[in-house]
């Protein structure tokens, strides 16, 4: 086994202290060490010149914005925390994402893409993504204890950002989450994976999303995001109160709701043009 080095070790234990979630403590971690193996040095003898080269590197090679933007946020924390460089982090760039509207499945795709999922633990669980609006991570963790059927609603551990909520308990998701324990008997997670001392994978979801998606024959790619996507835009358009929505997706900030407002087609339908105030003559002119 390798050897931790020093800084490695340090960085983890910065990130620990600060309760960072593993999975972005592994992101991280991950970074800068791609970053020390680019240049064949240890990140504390870089400084900004070889960050800014690594970061054209990165975009020369077609890393996605959300990838880069990881990245930067791994060299902030490399040396803004760990190396105590305070004047340094803010000199590294954010990559400028392209805004892109999300894919929103109408109400009869959303039926066509569960009924095209094979498996019964898959369909329970991306049935209950969409039902509740869940995360992928979220929708795989959710134990049998968290369903509460007295109060309506499910309890989500430790989601985006290491916040609790609730959401709701719909009853026609609390029918089917019925009739799938009695088939399944799950005993502590909702939808265990395949040993059952842990939950079902993220990616086992994601695999059941494009399997169905290719047996739906439906047009747009749809992931468990997308569900959670239609989740909030279906709301939206029926005139659930967008703090509401905040609130059921876990947002820390209402601008990140605010962007379904561009995709609730019937707010936009609704919404009357400035040509409807004018009298215009039907017939154009000869």
């Avoid at 800068?32 to 020369?60: I, T």
């Amino acid at each position: 086994m390798t050897e931790m080095s020093p800084l490695r070790r340090r960085m983890i234990e910065d990130m620990t202290v600060r309760n960072l979630s593993p999975a972005t403590q592994r992101s991280y971690v991950h970074a800068v060490a791609k970053f020390g193996r680019f240049f064949s040095r240890s990140p504390e003898k870089l400084g900004l010149e070889e960050v800014r080269a690594f970061q054209v590197h990165l975009v020369a090679g077609g890393m996605s914005w959300p990838a880069l933007n990881q990245t930067v946020c791994a060299l902030r924390f490399l040396y803004g925390v760990t190396l105590k460089q305070a004047d340094l982090p803010e000199r590294i760039p954010y990559a400028r994402t392209p805004r892109k509207l999300p894919v929103v499945l109408g109400a009869d795709e959303v039926v066509c893409f569960l009924e095209a999922v094979s498996s019964l633990k898959a369909r329970a669980a991306l049935t209950t993504a969409y039902a509740a609006g869940l995360r992928a991570a979220e929708a795989a963790s959710i134990k049998v204890a968290d369903i509460d059927s007295s109060r309506m609603v499910i309890r989500v551990e430790q989601g985006k950002g290491g916040r609790d909520r609730y959401v709701m308990l719909s009853p026609q998701l609390l029918g089917i989450l019925r009739s799938y324990w009695r088939l399944a008997r799950p005993a502590h997670w909702l939808f265990p994976g395949r040993d059952g001392e842990r939950p079902i994978s993220p990616t086992v979801l994601h695999a059941a999303c494009r399997s169905a998606c290719a047996a739906s024959g439906l047009s747009k790619r749809v992931t468990v995001h997308t569900l959670r996507h239609s989740f909030a835009t279906h709301l939206l358009e029926s005139g659930t109160d967008i703090r509401i929505i905040q609130a059921l997706l876990g947002h820390s900030s209402l601008n990140t709701t605010a962007r379904y407002t561009q995709v609730a087609t019937s707010t936009i339908r609704g919404t009357p043009s400035p040509l409807d105030r004018l009298r215009l003559a039907v017939t154009p002119p000869n």
